[in-house]
């Protein structure tokens, strides 16, 4: 069936550096995009979404690129912080329809 | 209220006994949503209620599970006859989405049910 899935289950980095999380999904029709984080105890938080219609966008310190040539979306952090250290899902969505989660990627930020 | 939020926050219940969770979602947002969260998984989902429209019962594992919204606004999920496998994190989020246009949604911090 189709799917959101994620590259890595686990990225570490070093303080200070950037995070790149990938996603990629197989639903050629979806036209809405989320990232979401979600820290230990808590609902998943909205952190940028993005439109079918375009290929970027930018929040503050993170980054959202869509590829729809490749089915690819990744969110980019700039300058992590230890409070970046979540669980990131990216979700797909269509118009009506309900919106699919991929497995989730660890991100751990080493000080 | 500024968030949605749900109740318990935790429930641990005994093998066949029935569960009822609850959703306040954030006032106005009229597209409500109940996600399962299995420990260190993704969310699985369960149904989704737009506005006045049938809901979208798709993601309900079993005819254990139930959920109903009154007046469009608080919604309660209804597990019968819970089993050990139920035992998961019940997320509820809601959205101002609609048929014609999406936003993001909104969760809450969800209940953390355990079957014994």
């Known amino acids: 069936g189709e799917s959101v899935g994620l590259h890595l289950p686990t990225l570490s980095v070093q303080e200070g550096d950037n995070s790149i999380i990938n996603c990629a999904y197989s639903n050629s029709a979806s036209d809405y995009f989320i990232w979401y984080k979600q820290e230990s105890g808590k609902g998943p938080q909205f952190i940028i979404d993005i439109r079918s219609n375009m290929d970027k966008r930018q929040g503050q310190r993170v980054t959202v690129l869509l590829n729809k040539t490749v089915k690819h979306l990744s969110l980019q952090i700039a300058a992590t912080q230890p409070g970046d250290s979540a669980v990131y899902f990216c979700a797909e969505h269509r118009y009506g329809n309900k919106l699919v989660f991929g497995a989730g990627t660890i991100l751990r930020v080493k000080s | 209220g500024a968030g949605v939020s749900q109740s318990p926050s935790n429930k641990v219940t005994e093998k066949g006994k029935d569960v009822e969770l609850r959703c306040d979602p954030i006032s106005g947002h009229t597209a409500l949503y109940w996600y399962r969260q299995s420990l260190g998984q993704g969310l699985e989902f369960l149904i989704y209620f737009q506005g006045n429209s049938a809901p979208d019962k798709s993601g309900l594992p079993s005819d254990r599970f139930s959920a109903e919204r009154t007046g469009g606004s608080v919604s309660t999920l209804t597990i019968q006859r819970t089993q050990q496998e139920d035992s998961a994190v019940y997320l509820c989020?809601?959205?101002?989405?609609?048929?014609?246009?999406?936003?993001?949604?909104?969760f809450g911090n969800g209940t953390r049910l355990t079957v014994t």
């Open positions: 989020a809601s959205s101002l989405a609609s048929r014609t246009g999406n936003s993001p949604l909104h």
